[in-house]
């Protein structure tokens, strides 16, 4: 999950530390689906989701992932085994890959591939992939899962003042406006499930990936 880069802990790239201020759920504890409230604007498209606060402070990975499958199937396994299949330790999840596979393996599917953003700022070409993904991706029913880096200056809503390493999962967007869904598991400042602009988003994922 979110890892902010406290004294003295070490933040691996790609990965969460423990010193995380998030709240989290008792283990077994979840949120009622989280579904779109109202009517959806005609570019817009949410899917239903099961939410879930991570249940550890480096369990984001986990979780987002838990988060994206709960699109597809109600038959979910715990953060705790997800957490076992990715190897994700202490120290987080590592790589993007390791969310794609559990993804796949656990969907029985081959659809999540990884996208790597290695341009910070990303190209336009890279944009334009991420945004076709994520429309693709959502109108077939499956949610994306993005790895990002969050510097002080570059926040989601309610995140602390740190650079934060995380998962979250897009689970919508909007076409009118070119924002998009977000279920994220961190529940800083109590936000679980927001919008953002896109162009936010396509700036907090490099140097890392996303699983679409």
Same mark, same amino acid.
């Given at each position: ?14 990965? =969460?530390?423990? !010193?995380? $201020? %998030?709240? &989290?759920? #008792? +283990? /077994?504890?979840? =949120?009622?689906? !989280?579904? $779109? %409230?109202? &009517?959806? #604007? +005609? /570019? ?169």
């Amino acid at each position: 999950m979110a890892g902010v880069a406290a004294a003295g802990a070490l933040v691996l790239p790609g990965a =969460a530390v423990a !010193a995380s $201020p %998030a709240p &989290v759920a #008792p +283990a /077994g504890v979840q =949120a009622a689906e !989280a579904q $779109p %409230a109202g &009517v959806q #604007p +005609a /570019g817009a498209k949410s899917l239903n989701i099961q939410y879930q606060v991570q249940e550890t402070g480096y369990w984001c990975g986990p979780a987002a992932a838990r988060i994206a499958m709960s699109a597809r199937t109600g038959n979910l396994p715990s953060q705790g085994d997800l957490a076992a299949q990715m190897g994700t330790t202490e120290n987080g999840t590592d790589h993007i890959s390791q969310i794609a596979n559990a993804l796949n393996a656990n969907l029985g599917t081959t659809w999540y591939e990884v996208k790597e953003m290695p341009n910070d700022p990303p190209t336009q070409a890279q944009k334009d992939l991420l945004w076709q993904d994520i429309v693709t991706d959502i109108d077939n029913g499956y949610a994306v899962v993005a790895n990002i880096v969050a510097p002080p200056d570059n926040h989601p809503p309610g995140y602390p003042n740190e650079t934060i390493y995380h998962y979250f999962t897009v689970i919508g967007y909007n076409s009118d406006n070119m924002t998009v869904h977000i279920a994220d598991s961190a529940n800083f400042g109590g936000n679980q499930i927001y919008w953002l602009s896109f162009d936010q988003l396509a700036s907090l994922i490099p140097p890392k990936g996303y699983a679409a």
